[in-house]
Every structure is written in structure tokens, then in C-alpha cells.
């Protein structure tokens, strides 16, 4: 099996993963300057093919907006793949280190806290999930 053809596939099995969950992809600087300026709350999922991002991040962020607080844009950028627009929303991440997989909570355009890696490694999606309710209860409005 071709190593390179084995790992389109897991990458566009992540992407749709979280896609169809209903996050919109940002896959260029401009996508992300044009979404993260955006007024209102958008959280923003760092995705990556890590066996984390596969068991825990993706399956929390399709569960998570399941709630009655949640933001108003969803999006994803994908670290090692679409490597200009991760580097370009991380700009936004202004005080937090690279991390992937991991969430970004951006209140019109300013970040307002994020879940890191080391937030969800180790963790179940179920525990990663109520920490992003944690976030949007503190942060977001009612659906």
C-alpha cells in the first residue's frame, strides 16, 4: 500500500469528520482573516491526524455544540495540511503556544481562551466535550 495514497485518506476522513459535524473549513490566510474578523463568538477547532484528534477532539467538537450556550461560527483549520491559514488563525491565538489538536474561542476576532492539546490528551471526548460547554456557558449566548 502506498504510504502517501493511506494518508490522503485518513486526512479526508478527517476532514469530513468535522465537517459534517458543521464547522466550516478555513483552508487559506484569506478564509481565516475574512471568518476570525467576523462579530459575535467562533470557536475554532485546530484539527490534525493524531490518534487524539481522531478518538477525542473531532468526536467532542461534533458533541459539544449539543448544548443551549454555544458560539455563533464554527470553523477548523488543519494543522499540517492547510499549513498558511493554521499559521495565519494562530495569529489570533495571541499569548497561547501552537497546539494540535486543540480549540480556540475568539470573541469578535479577539481570543478568549483556548483548549489545549494537553486539555484533551489523556482525556475521553465526553471530558473534553463538558469542557467546551464550560467554555461556551461562560462565554456564549443562547441558541
Known amino acids: 500500500m502506498d504510504f502517501n495514497l493511506f494518508m490522503n485518506d485518513v486526512v479526508d476522513a ?7 459535524a458543521g464547522y466550516e473549513e478555513l483552508k487559506t490566510p484569506e478564509e481565516v482573516d475574512a471568518a476570525l474578523k467576523q462579530q459575535g463568538t467562533a ?3 485546530i484539527n490534525s491526524t493524531c490518534g ?3 478518538g477525542v477532539a473531532r468526536p467532542a467538537a461534533a458533541n459539544s455544540i449539543h448544548y443551549d450556550k454555544r458560539p455563533d461560527h464554527l ?24 497546539s494540535s489538536p486543540s480549540f480556540a474561542l475568539l470573541k469578535d476576532g479577539k481570543i478568549v481562551t483556548m483548549v489545549e492539546r494537553h486539555d484533551i490528551e489523556g482525556y475521553s471526548a465526553m471530558e473534553v466535550t463538558n469542557k467546551l460547554q464550560d467554555v461556551f456557558e461562560k462565554h456564549c449566548e443562547e441558541v
Open 14 to 20: 478527517a476532514r469530513k469528520d468535522i465537517t459534517e
Open 52 to 54: 487524539c484528534a481522531g
Open 75 to 98: 470553523y477548523t483549520v488543519f494543522a499540517g495540511q492547510d499549513r498558511e491559514a493554521t499559521e495565519k488563525a494562530r495569529e489570533y491565538f495571541e499569548g497561547f503556544p501552537p
Open 43 to 45: 470557536l475554532v477547532m
